[in-house]
């Protein structure tokens, strides 16, 4: 394991435990003590992420527009994804540099739409099963800026950009600055990727990668911004398995649901040995400091505030009608989604009596860790 992975599983191991304190709770009525224990906060903790997306979903509901939004996926192939697998800021980063000059490139042609996009842009890693499989949701208006900025350019109602021609591109893109990444010295190589490391190898690998498929595809739009926001809600602060899918643990073995493509999208249930869980798992664990979820364009941080008050100005429609048109899921119905649902820290009603309300008596510090020698940092409840 890398030095992030072990972080990753130690901080996973003491979430919702006495190693990182809490409070103690009592209950009016009968007099049982319940203590409710500090959460990790990693972010690639399924049991902290409800509050977090919350947190992020009431700043985003102030900034979409009354249109149709589309959603767009770019995927790699997998031998792409084995290089990724080595390399993840380098690569997840081009992935994001080219999934982003894409969409700007072909919506600016004005054979297509001939406007400025302005979207956000998320990271997953995984399958349903856990497997590494890099790529990017991209969340995106139905409509652009104007070249000049005088006029809101409408797309169609079912219909945003040509998929063929998106692919295309991608893959174009994708392995140019693969490959000056490459001249740089950028990228390291090493089991089934190390011939690589030679510049014969790698010429022949781009040219063979060129010709496999290089999928991207466009759902259907959403029909108002609350599905939009419901859609971000499950997909924003989310990690390659929450608590909710897994079925059983024991000693040896993990049991969980997952959804197969090959079966229609039926559910499914796969047993994977302990080890062999946690080795998919910590495939999907993030360089540090690495931003998941960015936005290019017209939402690009530096001007959005500007650019977001054009908008609404050219479409008609004041930031007050637009707030109150996408008022933000609250903290209570995200963390009850299955997709995010976990125990929460601070109880209310007593579990013992079920008629008392429980009352803070005190805090709880955290205690030592006897493997690693020394006191776990504490997390705010």
């Known amino acids: 394991m890398t030095s992030a992975q072990s972080a990753v599983l130690s901080a996973l191991s003491r979430c919702r435990t006495a190693a990182l304190g809490g409070h103690l709770y009592r209950c009016e009525r009968c007099g049982h003590e319940h203590p409710a224990y500090n959460g990790c906060r990693d972010r690639h903790c399924p049991s902290c992420l409800g509050g977090k997306s919350a947190a992020w979903l009431t700043a985003r509901s102030s900034e979409l527009l ?55 842009a998320i990271l997953h890693t995984w399958t349903q099963t856990l497997q590494h499989h890099p790529h990017i949701h991209c969340v995106v208006p139905g409509g652009g800026l104007a070249p000049d900025g005088s006029r809101w350019v409408r797309s169609r109602e079912d219909f945003l950009l040509p998929v063929k021609v998106l692919s295309k591109l991608f893959a174009g893109k994708f392995l140019d600055l693969l490959t000056k990444a490459y001249e740089r010295g950028e990228l390291r190589f090493g089991g089934s990727t190390a011939s690589l490391a030679q510049a014969h190898g790698f010429k022949q690998w781009v040219r063979r990668v060129r010709d496999k498929s290089w999928v991207v595809y466009s759902k259907p739009p959403f029909g108002s911004p609350q599905q939009v926001l419901k859609y971000l809600a499950r997909y924003t602060h989310r990690v390659a398995i929450s608590n909710a899918r897994i079925v059983s643990v024991t000693d040896t073995e993990v049991a969980f649901r997952y959804r197969s493509r090959k079966a229609g999208n039926a559910m499914g249930t796969m047993r994977l040995a302990g080890e062999e869980f946690l080795r998919r798992f910590l495939l999907h664990v993030l360089p540090k400091g690495f931003v998941r979820i960015r936005h290019f364009g017209w939402m690009a941080n530096r001007d959005r505030k500007a650019k977001l008050a054009r908008c609404r100005a050219l479409l008609g429609v004041t930031a007050a009608a637009a707030s109150q048109e996408t008022e933000a899921p609250n903290r209570r119905d995200i963390e009850q989604d299955p997709a995010t649902s976990q125990p929460q820290p601070e109880p209310k009603r007593c579990p013992n009596c079920k008629l008392g309300l429980l009352r803070l008596v005190r805090s709880l510090p955290a205690l030592m860790n006897t493997s690693l020698g020394s006191r776990v940092p504490r997390a705010p409840p």
Request: hydrophobic share 55%.
């Open 66 to 120: 009354p249109l149709p939004y589309f959603h767009v996926v770019f995927t790699v192939p997998q031998q792409v994804a084995a290089v990724a697998l080595g390399n993840k800021k380098v690569v997840y980063s081009i992935l994001f540099r080219a999934a982003a000059r894409t969409l700007q490139q072909i919506a600016a042609d004005p054979r297509h739409l001939g406007a400025q996009l302005g979207f956000l």
